[in-house]
């Protein structure tokens, strides 16, 4: 059983940064991709960065440019670096790990990022 924890959430003003960070624990980590997503009240939740098991990354178009997923095997983390936040960027951030084989999903309890003046 994969379990994933969030820290690093909080508020900022536009134009601020803020960087995330999952901790993963379990067995078999090096074979799962992840994923930070996030939700806003009323709204789906919406994939915002990913990273595999070999390091290749995919960002939303309203990620591209300003975030960062990093991820360090050693320490089963994953970073999420989010500069130029936005307004729009308010929202729950959830961690998310997928087996590369049958798409098992787990989930963080999630971390609030709140940008506002």
């Known amino acids: 059983q994969v379990q994933l924890v969030e820290s690093g959430g909080g508020l900022v003003q536009p134009g601020g940064s803020l960087s995330l960070s999952c901790a993963a624990s379990g067995s078999g980590l090096a074979l799962y991709a992840m994923g930070w997503y996030r939700q806003a009240p009323g709204k789906q939740r919406d994939l915002v960065a990913h990273i595999t098991s070999r390091g290749g990354t995919t960002y939303a178009d309203s990620a591209k440019d300003r975030f960062t997923i990093s991820r360090d095997f050693a320490k089963n983390t994953v970073t999420l670096q989010m500069n130029s936040l936005k307004p729009e960027g308010t929202a729950v951030y959830y961690c998310?790990?997928?087996?590369?084989?049958?798409?098992?999903?787990?989930w963080g309890q999630g971390t609030q990022v709140t940008v506002s003046s």
């Open positions: 998310n790990a997928r087996h590369f084989l049958d798409d098992t999903d787990h």
